[in-house]
């Protein structure tokens, strides 16, 4: 046998106080004890081991480091816990290992670790022992001025899979480091102040996109090592740009390495086969009733904003964790409700320690129903998030815009319907990746029409998505005209800039980011009426609508959108104010694929409409937007 073969190993007696809070549910760091972790005590130093297995017969540690031999390192039992250790001396950094754990039963099951900072790259299962300090962060600036109140500031978000956003020959992939070249630099030229990511935790099949975890603490090796990933955050936060990380607290794969019948029982998910099941999706939800589970989900969420400085988390499916019955199968709570209890309690709880931590970060629910007060504070009544996104703006919006002109004006409500519930919530409008998936189409290919009416119909709904209360999110590819859907084992069609159309749609939507975060009327009071008015929402014969959004001092913009191919040359809008309006913006530029040459102005008179004593004319485009606004402005602060 060689030297690794024999692998020394030894036991320590503390941990019982860790234990004890990670089966109470209130060990918001177990990241800093649990899995695997250099020990260094007087002449003893080595890895210190450690996994929660609470009905496991027998445990023991296996890989590189003792050539993988089954039985060579045995775990002791924390006395009085379900959790087991051991150190193991000459282990070295990105030594593979997993747990060979023996049930109740004599089965046996090899696993990764649940708490491992680094995984082998797919289709390898095994976990990575891995120094997660040490990296040199140079973004204190950016997480000293980080805002602990977005709410009044522009957010545009540019949703990626880092899998496909670019693709070099023979589809690899570009790493972490990579992309801290290449993504940034594109994601700050195009004027997002943040990008969110599809999940990055470390999972086995690239077609679940990332929503089948098998290592929660672990981002995915397919790119590079955790520093990498350190290195690609630190690279947004220098370019000031923020990072938001797609997160699943929902459910988890079955994959037999990871979390499934951790240790031969049922562990992270329910012994309630109805509740465990995740039908929809052949996954297993977590069961939210038991402490460990807490402490596990809680932690982690704490841990990527320890470690990797990121902004904010994006939970995915929280409606499924709101509901036993949103799966469709029947299920009741104690009380005979829909609703998870032990779920609800969750969430509140996890809210309330990451903003205690992290007071500047975005927690953000994609969730769909009615369920009140979602973004509003735990004192309010609420779940505790600060965003929310709007899933009704998105599906009234596009089912709207895929119509044929034609036939808009009989489903006139589905563009101001949204206007009736918009200050209900902090939203985040999100015109996401499961928008262009699964037959539904790319957002280009939704919009009717031939080829130019498409453009124009996508323009038209940027420019509407902007001028609308709420936050933005865009999927990549939707800012140049991806045509085909979304394929995450491809790369974007980034050829199409090579066509005058998608260079011109490009263009468009960097400059539209680029007045969004120069304009206060779009984004500064962005969660109430105060920041709101419309001048003409009842045109539904000729799908017109028009509003003014308002900044802190009074001054406003006018928002007009004419949803039809019918060009209104001479359209009376009411005005509050006497004067001259320029027109900021018009999404029928001919610089952005329109037939609009020149930037006009409109001088008020004194006719009235939509009850306003002073109205403009102006030469509404077909297909278009326009944002105008008074020449003489009453500001009592700059830009």
């Known amino acids: 046998m060689t030297e690794r073969d024999e692998a020394k190993y030894f036991y320590i007696d503390d941990g019982e106080l860790d234990a004890y809070l990670f089966h109470e549910g209130t060990f918001y760091k177990a990241y800093e004890f649990m899995g695997a972790h250099p020990y260094k005590k007087g002449r003893k130093k080595g890895h210190r081991f ?109 949703e990626v899979n880092l899998l496909s956003w670019k693709m070099k020959e023979e589809a ?236 808009r004006k009989d489903h006139h409500q589905a563009l101001t319907f949204s206007m009736m519930y918009a200050f209900s919530e902090r939203f985040i409008l999100p015109l996401s990746h499961d928008e262009v998936v699964h037959g539904k189409r790319s957002l280009l290919d939704k919009m009717p029409g031939f080829y130019e009416d498409k453009f124009a119909n996508l323009r038209l709904l940027y420019q509407y998505m902007y001028a609308h209360p709420g936050k933005k999110l865009l999927f990549m590819g939707g800012e140049f005209g991806q045509f085909i859907e979304w394929r995450e084992y491809e790369g974007l069609d980034w050829h199409l800039l090579d066509y005058e159309m998608h260079q011109k749609l490009h263009k468009y939507v960097k400059d539209l980011n680029k007045l969004y975060k120069e304009e206060r009327c779009l984004f500064e009071v962005d969660t109430s009426y105060d920041g709101f008015q419309w001048i003409e929402h009842q045109n539904w014969q000729e799908s017109i609508i028009s509003f003014e959004r308002i900044d802190k001092d009074g001054n406003r913009l006018v928002c007009i959108f004419n949803f039809t191919p019918v060009p209104r040359p001479d359209y009376p809008i009411g005005v509050l104010e006497e004067g001259t309006y320029r027109t900021v913006f018009t999404s029928d530029h001919q610089r952005y694929g329109g037939n609009t040459k020149r930037i006009k102005s409109y001088k008020t008179s004194d006719e009235e409409f939509h009850d306003r004593p002073y109205s403009i004319r102006v030469e509404l485009p077909p297909l278009g937007a326009m944002y105008l606004k008074l020449k003489e402005e009453k500001r009592t602060g700059g830009k």
């Open 172 to 407: 690899v992939p570009y790493s972490y480091r990579e992309l801290a070249d290449e993504l940034v630099r594109y994601v700050k030229k195009m004027g997002y102040t943040h990008i969110e990511l599809m999940p990055v935790a470390e999972h086995p099949l690239d077609a679940s996109w990332g929503y089948q975890v098998t290592g929660y603490f672990a981002p995915t090796s397919r790119f590079g090592s955790p520093k990498d990933f350190m290195y690609l955050v630190d690279q947004c936060h220098q370019n000031d740009i923020g990072v938001i990380l797609d997160w699943v607290p929902a459910h988890f794969t079955r994959d037999d390495h990871g979390l499934a019948r951790f240790d031969g029982t049922y562990c992270f998910e329910s012994l309630d086969r109805n509740r465990a099941e995740n039908d929809q999706w052949g996954t297993l939800n977590f069961d939210y009733s038991k402490p460990e589970v807490l402490s596990f989900l809680i932690s982690n969420a704490l841990y990527w904003h320890d470690y990797y400085h990121i902004d904010g988390l994006r939970i995915d499916a929280v409606a499924y964790m709101l509901y036993l019955d949103f799966g469709g199968r029947d299920i009741r709570n104690q009380y005979g409700g829909r609703e998870n209890t032990e779920a609800i309690e969750f969430i509140k709880r996890l809210n309330s320690i990451i903003f205690e931590n992290y007071p500047g970060t975005m927690m953000i629910a994609e969730e769909s129903t009615a369920w009140p007060k979602v973004s509003h504070p735990l004192d309010e009544g609420g779940l505790g998030f600060n965003y929310k996104w709007n899933m009704g703006w998105m599906n009234d919006t596009l089912k709207y815009m895929e119509l044929d002109p034609i036939y």
């Open 50 to 158: 450690v996994v929660w297995a609470p009905r496991a017969r027998e445990v023991y540690l296996t890989g590189d480091f003792n050539q993988w031999h089954e039985w060579s390192l045995p775990m002791e039992r924390i006395p009085g816990s379900g959790i087991w250790s051991i150190v193991v001396q000459d282990v070295q950094d990105y030594d593979k290992y997993k747990y060979r754990i023996i049930a109740e039963t004599g089965e046996v099951r090899y696993k990764a670790d649940p708490f491992a900072f680094h995984a082998g790259t797919r289709p390898e299962t095994d976990s990575k022992v891995y120094d997660i300090k040490g990296f040199n962060w140079q973004d204190r600036e950016w997480m000293r001025t980080r805002k602990d109140n977005l709410h009044n500031s522009p957010v545009s978000i540019y």
